[in-house]
């Protein structure tokens, strides 16, 4: 059974940072190109960042320069490092997996709220 399962949301001031954390299981991680998506209260959910399988990164322009996505294979788990948070980061933000022959897996969400 796959299961993807974020985790390192919560409540941050503007300019603060977190990391979120999505450890897979269930599949054969290191084939997976991953990614992470969010959807603020009200709106559409939106693409944030990817990393293939061989370890290239594409950021969203909203978030370039202030969050990062990497991966470590040996632990199953992709991280997206976020820092320099603004109140529109404020959203659930889903882990998503993707194998080779295009089957797409989610996760539940971890929830990001920037305030003050």
């Known amino acids: 059974q796959v299961q993807l399962v974020e985790s390192g949301g919560g409540l941050v001031q503007p300019g603060g940072s977190l990391r979120l954390s999505c450890e897979a299981s269930?599949?054969?991680?290191?084939?997976?190109?991953m990614g992470w998506y969010r959807q603020a209260p009200g709106k559409q959910r939106e693409w944030v960042a990817r990393?293939?399988?061989?370890?290239?990164?594409n950021h969203a322009d909203s978030v370039k320069g202030r969050f990062t996505i990497s991966r470590d294979n040996a632990k199953l788990t992709v991280y997206l490092q976020m820092n320099g948070l603004k109140y529109e980061d404020t959203a659930v933000y889903y882990c998503?997996?993707?194998?080779?022959?295009?089957?797409?897996?989610w996760g539940q969400g971890t929830p990001v709220t920037v305030s003050s």
């Open positions: 998503n997996g993707i194998s080779p022959d295009g089957s797409t897996y």
């Open positions: 269930g599949i054969a991680f290191r084939l997976y190109a």
């Open positions: 990393i293939s399988s061989g370890g290239s990164a």
